[in-house]
Nanobody, 120 residues
Framework: HVQLVESGGGSVQAGGSLRLSCSAS????????MGWFRQNPGKEREGVAR???????TYEDFVKGRFTISRDNAKNILYLQLTSLAPEDTAMYYC???????????????WGQGTQVTVS
C-alpha cells in the first residue's frame, strides 16, 4: 500500500510551465508503476502519462512532447513537467500507482487527492 500526495499546481498563463510532484509514503515507489491523469468537472478522467518500474514512459497523443514524466525513487517522488500549457490543459491532475502497470493503465491502483492546474 502507498499513500500519494500531489502538489505544484497553480494558475498560469498560456505558454507557461509548471512542475507537478507526487510524494509517496508508506512504501517505496521503486516497485510501482506510476501515472498521471487529469479530469475536469463533467468530463471523464483521462490519462496523461505513465512510467514503469524501469523508467520506460508512455504519453497520450495530446501531450505532443509538451509534458515529461519522471521519477526519483530515492526521494519517493513522481514528477510531471508541464510546458507550453494551453487553456485546454486546465484540469485537476492526479497521480496513481500500482505494482501492476496494467492496473494503472486501467485507471486503478492507489490515487492521490489531486492538484489543480488552471491555464488562462
Amino acid at each position: 500500500h502507498v499513500q500519494l500526495v500531489e502538489s505544484g499546481g497553480g494558475s498560469v498563463q498560456a505558454g507557461g510551465s509548471l512542475r507537478l510532484s507526487c510524494s509517496a509514503s508508506g512504501n517505496s515507489i521503486r516497485s510501482y508503476c506510476m501515472g498521471w491523469f487529469r479530469q475536469n468537472p463533467g468530463k471523464e478522467r483521462e490519462g496523461v502519462a505513465r512510467i514503469d518500474h524501469g523508467g520506460s514512459t508512455t504519453y497520450e497523443d495530446f501531450v505532443k512532447g509538451r509534458f515529461t514524466i519522471s521519477r526519483d525513487n530515492a526521494k519517493n517522488i513522481l514528477y510531471l513537467q508541464l510546458t507550453s500549457l494551453a487553456p485546454e490543459d486546465t484540469a485537476m491532475y492526479y497521480c496513481a500507482a500500482h505494482q501492476d502497470c496494467k492496473v494503472v493503465a486501467g485507471f486503478g491502483g492507489y490515487w492521490g487527492q489531486g492538484t489543480q492546474v488552471t491555464v488562462s
